[in-house]
């Protein structure tokens, strides 16, 4: 019975997905060709692609300073028109959304993280480690967004092996914006020369989307913001991507920072400031 219960909720989501965009019939029966044929013919290919260390990521963002967006499984499902299923959130993928996820392969002034991981792997290695459906998503949608000439960063970027002593040296000496749904442990957080907060909704931030943008014009407006000493840390979801887009046609370096502000990552942070 259980079993059965998963299959019927497998074909509900089918179908929703469906009704909400007609466009990921398209995807759908590319990864199903996809799953029966494999990967690995495309490893050649992902192996030419140049994607920066967490750490050089870092460094290139601090040196050059410009913005960040970061690519994964979720950024993957929305850009192909479907809902992100995942935790106990679901983020809807609307039209408009999924076309700024796409973009963001054919723009130069931001830079776009993508997870190494996803491309290291064989078909068997990761359908021996349980990543084979997850994997596919990137390896599937990414092969013909991919320039061979283009440096991409990582998309794991701020979630694990970087250097947090670094980036704490740097955000310190930065006025901050932090745009990130409700969360008292952040806002007590003493990082920054200065520190904002705007809060988004922590569901489906992309609805809001325009309420967001007033409110970081109305932020940079009052506070009058040296563009040169502002740095945007934004943690919203797939509705990062087009935010930090947003605000780096401001003027402003914006960085999508998503698990830099997880429980994990918090309580290293926290550990070196209290050292």
Same mark, same amino acid.
């Given at each position: 019975? &259980?079993?059965? %219960?998963?299959?019927l909720?497998?074909?509900?989501?089918? !179908? /929703?997905?469906?009704?909400? @965009?007609?466009?990921?019939?398209?995807?759908?029966?590319?990864?199903?060709?996809?799953?029966?044929?494999?990967?690995?013919?495309?490893?050649?290919?992902?192996?030419?692609i140049?994607?920066?260390?967490?750490?050089?990521?870092?460094?290139?963002?601090?040196?050059?300073?410009?913005?960040?967006v970061?690519?994964?499984?979720?950024?993957?499902?929305v850009?192909?028109?479907?809902?992100?299923?995942?935790?106990?959130?679901?983020?809807?993928?609307?039209?408009?959304?999924?076309?700024?996820?796409?973009?963001?392969?054919?723009?130069?002034?931001?830079?776009?993280?993508?997870?190494?991981?996803?491309?290291?792997?064989?078909?068997?290695?990761?359908? &021996?480690?349980? %990543?084979?459906?997850?994997?596919?998503?990137?390896?599937? !949608? /990414?092969?013909?967004?991919? @320039?061979?000439?283009?440096?991409?960063?990582?998309?794991?970027l701020?979630?694990e092996?970087?250097?947090?002593?670094?980036?704490?040296?740097?955000?310190?000496?930065?006025?901050?914006?932090?745009?990130?749904?409700?969360?008292p442990?952040?806002?007590?957080?003493?990082?920054?020369s200065?520190?904002?907060?705007?809060?988004?909704?922590?569901?489906?931030?992309?609805?809001?989307?325009?309420?967001?943008?007033?409110?970081?014009?109305?932020?940079?407006?009052?506070?009058?913001?040296?563009?040169?000493?502002?740095?945007?840390?934004?943690?919203?979801?797939?509705?990062?991507?087009?935010?930090?887009?947003?605000?780096?046609?401001?003027?402003?370096?914006?960085?999508?920072?998503?698990?830099?502000?997880?429980?994990?990552?918090?309580?290293?942070?926290?550990?070196?400031?209290?050292?």
């Open positions: 019975m &259980k079993k059965i %219960k998963q299959i909720e497998k074909f509900r989501l089918f !179908f /929703l997905r469906l009704f909400q @965009n007609p466009f990921s019939l398209y995807w759908h029966f590319k990864l199903i060709y996809y799953y029966f044929r494999g990967t690995n013919h495309l490893l050649g290919f992902y192996k030419k140049k994607i920066l260390s967490p750490n050089e990521n870092l460094d290139y963002l601090i040196k050059n300073k410009v913005s960040f970061r690519f994964g499984t979720g950024e993957a499902h850009a192909m028109g479907m809902e992100q299923h995942g935790g106990h959130t679901i983020q809807k993928a609307p039209y408009k959304l999924m076309k700024s996820v796409c973009k963001l392969f054919y723009q130069d002034s931001v830079l776009v993280g993508i997870g190494r991981r996803f491309f290291e792997n064989t078909d068997e290695e990761n359908k &021996k480690i349980g %990543k084979y459906n997850m994997y596919l998503r990137n390896r599937v !949608f /990414l092969k013909n967004r991919l @320039n061979q000439n283009k440096t991409y960063g990582e998309a794991f701020f979630r092996n970087f250097d947090i002593k670094k980036l704490l040296g740097y955000i310190n000496t930065k006025t901050l914006v932090i745009i990130n749904k409700k969360n442990e952040i806002e007590s957080l003493p990082i920054g200065k520190k904002y907060i705007i809060e988004t909704p922590a569901e489906n931030a992309f609805d809001k989307y325009e309420e967001i943008i007033e409110k970081i014009k109305k932020k940079v407006g009052e506070n009058n913001f040296k563009k040169e000493d502002t740095l945007f840390l934004v943690a919203a979801g797939v509705a990062a991507k087009p935010l930090v887009i947003d605000i780096d046609k401001m003027g402003f370096v914006a960085w999508d920072v998503g698990a830099m502000f997880s429980n994990f990552v918090l309580k290293k942070v926290k550990k070196l400031l209290d050292q």
